[in-house]
């Protein structure tokens, strides 16, 4: 029996791979990593800068409680099938980027990454241009912070 999602076409079923095929899939992804990938998946065509900031909610709440994640499934076929899911469904680059890092993530540092990819993402929403902070070897691991978020 398939079940088919009820709502809009913003989740792509029409694709074969819907971003809930994904989630089950992986097995081990939780709630709030699930919610995060799912509001970065459907920004474009419903909720626009509102989707992204609850990408952003869900991905703070899950920095602040969730311990590493348990791969029910061999980490090389997770990026598999991550990446097949991103190109069966024509997700843009970053919004890829975005999801794979949060299907495979195993340090807060690399959360870290997901939120600058966001912001990137906010920022793109908002029509501003990220503003360049130059990388030295003192502030290449530093946190990112940007205003208004």
Same mark, same amino acid.
């Given at each position: 029996?398939?079940?088919? !999602?009820?709502?809009?076409?913003?989740?792509?079923?029409?694709? /074969?791979?819907?971003?809930?095929?994904?989630? &089950? #899939?992986?097995?081990?992804?939780?709630?709030?990593?699930?919610?995060?990938?799912?509001?970065?998946?459907?920004?474009?065509?419903?909720? /626009?800068?509102?989707?992204?900031? #609850?990408?952003?909610?869900?991905?703070? #709440? +899950?920095?602040? *409680? /969730? =311990?590493?994640?348990?791969?029910?499934?061999?980490? =090389? @076929?997770?990026? $598999?099938? &991550?990446? @097949?899911?991103?190109?069966?469904?024509? &997700?843009?680059?970053?919004?890829?980027?975005?999801?794979? #890092? +949060?299907?495979?993530?195993?340090?807060?540092?690399?959360?870290?990454?997901?939120? !600058? +990819?966001?912001? *990137? +993402?906010?920022? $793109? &929403?908002?029509?501003?241009?990220?503003? =360049?902070?130059?990388?030295?070897?003192?502030?290449?691991?530093?946190? @990112? !912070? @940007?205003?208004?978020?």
């Amino acid at each position: 029996m398939t079940v088919a !999602q009820v709502g809009g076409d913003h989740y792509h079923n029409d694709r /074969g791979f819907a971003h809930w095929d994904l989630i &089950v #899939k992986l097995g081990h992804v939780g709630y709030f990593d699930g919610q995060a990938t799912k509001y970065v998946v459907r920004w474009r065509e419903k909720g /626009g800068a509102e989707d992204l900031k #609850k990408s952003l909610s869900y991905l703070n #709440k +899950l920095e602040e *409680s /969730g =311990p590493v994640p348990i791969w029910r499934l061999p980490y =090389p @076929r997770i990026v $598999e099938e &991550v990446a @097949r899911f991103n190109e069966v469904n024509g &997700v843009p680059v970053v919004e890829a980027a975005f999801i794979a #890092k +949060l299907c495979t993530w195993q340090s807060k540092a690399e959360l870290a990454e997901a939120r !600058q +990819l966001l912001f *990137s +993402l906010l920022d $793109e &929403v908002e029509g501003r241009s990220p503003v =360049p902070v130059p990388l030295t070897e003192e502030n290449h691991y530093a946190e @990112r !912070q @940007r205003d208004g978020w």
